[in-house]
């Protein structure tokens, strides 16, 4: 008995990292049927996160049975077998337990098996297993992904030397700006004045972008030719800019990336548009896009990209928001711990390259990239940055340039001294993300949301402390007004617009409840009244493909 409270203490319960199993005979349950014998359990616990496999109990209630039958197993040799049977499998961490009950003498081993080492899982009869309720199953696609996209510990890319490039690879525009963010960063240090005297090679080593004189991947990628790009190779050091509207139309930017980047923000088209505060007549301009943010999200893709999978950096700009996608996974804790600024990364993919960007004023090294693309969304009430579509192998950042709820937008408006963290959570409710109990309960103590779980929306919460609810509601009533505000502004600036076009423009501002059908009929019926009852708006007849402009246009 106290063995197995001794045991059940160690190993309270069966899950990926803890099995039981009887197993009393090792003779045929070591390497005998797949998916039920032990190398199968070594297999499925080592590519999660590593654990135990206890043998010589019972399943579900961890009582002792004990192993009865051992042939020719012995602790060392029964490790050294497990190890030959687990392809990839870590034999020197490895390591095999024995237990004996004082009173009936049963043996029991626990094996203490490692994690998988990083992007090789372990497989046995030549696959890999993974643990799915109680039973084994060959290794999912998506935990395969994730565990091929793993960081390698100890190596890093961008740090080494690439063989035959010289200073001479490197655009001397990209090198003299690399020089002046340099000299702005250590603008406070004694010897600033010294760095334009600095010949190339000196100036890469101080900033991180060459190793004892010898040009590297990083120096390539920040600062290097377009025509250098082939020392790269088999690597596409690439961002592609893509647009994805009626227009469609893509381009390629290489390095030097401390240029380019730039170039890729340019192709994004940022219009000016107005919010209304619930209770006011006047709107708010803003940009659609912060350039900073741009950059930023830019920068950080650039900055921790998994070179070594061989992929290409992607800005997508859609009618309502910006995509950038990045090959890896962020390898310490997720985006979202990132968004209020109190936590500071501990390890990079790319350690070399993030130093040297931070050395010429391209990122931060201290997790404060994230917050501030947070605090321009929040600044310009708009979405918070979005990585809920990242995956084990790429990372999604969605930065939203239109509101999801007005509701969210105009609390944004009123309420100026509400923390970053209330703002975050109020964002994951317009995104009808999970929320905690604890989270909901605080948000409806404050009075900032409204309705039944899961159906939570952000509520009108100064209307309601101002006790200005008969304001709210009618101003409610000049949404209607807004749009066609949008209408004017867009027909004035381009001269006309297809439906198609007005469509592109006006449906990601309707409410998020309804339906596509029912913003389709909003605007259909808000040109209709535009057309003949406001008489602002004229068209040359009736269909998608119809031209609208401005009723006093020529």
Not at 312 to 328: C, K, S
Not at 429 to 434: A, Y
């Amino acid at each position: 008995m106290a063995l197995r409270e001794r045991l059940r203490a160690a190993y309270p319960s069966e899950n990926e990292a803890c099995e039981w199993k009887e197993f009393k005979n090792l003779r045929h349950a070591v390497s005998g049927k797949p998916g039920d014998d032990v190398v199968s359990y070594v297999s499925a616990i080592a590519n999660m996160s590593g654990g135990h496999l206890v043998l010589g109990v019972q399943d579900k209630t961890l009582d002792i049975v004990g192993i009865r039958e051992f042939g020719d197993y012995t602790i060392e040799n029964a490790r050294h077998r497990i190890a030959g049977h687990c392809a990839h499998l870590n034999s020197e961490r490895l390591r095999i337990e024995e237990f004996k009950t004082s009173d009936s003498g049963k043996i029991v081993w626990v094996v203490h098996i490692p994690q998988h080492e990083p992007r090789l899982p372990v497989n046995a009869h030549g696959k890999p297993w993974q643990r799915v309720g109680d039973s084994l199953v060959a290794l999912r696609p998506e935990r395969l992904k994730s565990i091929l996209a793993e960081p390698m510990i100890g190596f890093d890319w961008s740090a080494q030397v690439v063989s035959g490039a010289t200073v001479s690879d490197l655009d001397e525009t990209a090198l003299q700006v690399a020089r002046d963010k340099f000299k702005e960063k250590n603008a406070s240090q004694s010897w600033k004045h010294e760095v334009d005297r600095w010949d190339a090679i000196t100036f890469l080593d101080k900033c991180k972008l060459a190793s004892r004189g010898g040009v590297t991947r990083a120096a390539l990628l920040l600062l290097g030719r377009p025509e250098a790009v082939q020392l790269l190779s088999p690597h596409p050091v690439q961002i592609t800019w893509k647009l994805e509207t009626e227009d469609r139309a893509y381009e390629h930017f290489g390095p030097p990336f401390i240029l380019t980047t730039t170039e890729v923000s340019k192709r994004i088209r940022n219009i000016t548009q107005r919010l209304f505060p619930a209770n006011q007549l006047l709107g708010v301009d803003i940009q659609k896009y912060d350039t900073l943010t741009i950059l930023e999200a830019l920068h950080n893709c650039i900055a921790h990209q998994d070179y070594e999978r061989c992929e290409r950096i992607v800005a997508i700009e859609t009618p309502d928001r910006l995509i950038f996608e990045n090959a890896g996974a962020f390898i310490d804790g997720a985006a979202e711990d990132y968004l209020n600024g109190k936590r500071m990364p501990r390890r990079y993919r790319n350690p070399w390259l993030a130093q040297a960007m931070v050395e010429v004023k391209m990122i931060d090294t201290v997790g404060y990239g994230i917050h501030r693309m947070t605090t321009s969304q929040r600044s310009r009430y708009l979405p918070l940055p979005d990585y809920s579509r990242s995956s084990a192998g790429t990372v999604v950042l969605e930065v939203l340039g239109r509101p999801i709820d007005e509701r969210y937008s105009q609390l944004l408006l009123e309420r100026s001294d509400l923390d970053i963290d209330t703002v975050i959570l109020l964002d994951r409710i317009q995104k009808k993300l999970p929320m905690t109990d604890e989270a909901v309960a605080r948000l409806r103590r404050d009075g900032l949301i409204e309705g039944r779980k899961p159906h939570y929306v952000v509520a009108a919460a100064v209307a309601k402390a101002t006790e200005t609810e008969a304001s709210y509601t009618r101003n409610k009533g000049t949404e209607k007004a807004h749009l066609k505000r949008f209408v004017l502004d867009h027909l004035e600036r381009f001269g006309e617009a297809t439906r198609a076009k007005l469509d592109e423009l006006l449906l990601p501002m309707l409410a998020v409840g309804l339906s596509d059908r029912q913003k389709r009929d909003r605007v259909k019926n808000l040109l209709s009244e535009m057309r003949t009852k406001d008489e602002s708006i004229v068209s040359d007849g009736f269909g998608p493909g119809v031209a609208w402009r401005l009723a006093n246009s020529d």
